[in-house]
């Protein structure tokens, strides 16, 4: 979703929460080992379902295997893999907030002052 999002005309609104791990203790909260929405999406508390996550497929930087259309299917939906938190994430668990440029950080800044801002284009395609 956030790759369609980059490439629209508000992709300089876009930010990302940092969320404390934490989170994974709260009642009721589920891990996904790709995309909720997907229809093919294995649904698991975080003791069974972090095990199940490839961290190098997870947070790779690509997903794309030019050679093999079925790895790169499933590299791209092992990248959006999810937790899941019913109802709210307590604000006293985001820990800062990404943005893709420092105008997207004065803004954030404005409604949020006192969550730490981190610039990081490359996570928003750039």
């Excluded at 929460?17 to 975080?46: C, E, K, M, Y």
């Excluded at 003791?47 to 050679?67: I, K, M, N, Q």
């Amino acid at each position: 979703m956030m790759y369609a999002l980059s490439m629209g005309p508000n992709s300089t609104q876009l930010c990302v929460l940092r969320i404390s791990p934490d989170v994974l203790d709260l009642p009721g909260v589920v891990v996904t080992d790709q995309n909720a929405a997907s229809g093919h999406a294995r649904f698991s508390p975080p003791s069974a379902g972090l095990p199940l996550l490839d961290r190098d497929y997870v947070f790779a930087r690509y997903w794309t295997h030019p050679e093999d259309q079925i790895a790169e299917w499933r590299h791209k939906a092992a990248m959006c893999a999810e937790v899941l938190v019913p109802d709210v994430v307590p604000a006293q668990h985001i820990l800062g907030i990404y943005v893709p440029t420092q105008d997207g950080a004065q803004a954030v800044a404005s409604v949020a002052p006192d969550i730490p801002i981190e610039v990081k284009s490359d996570l928003f395609f750039r």
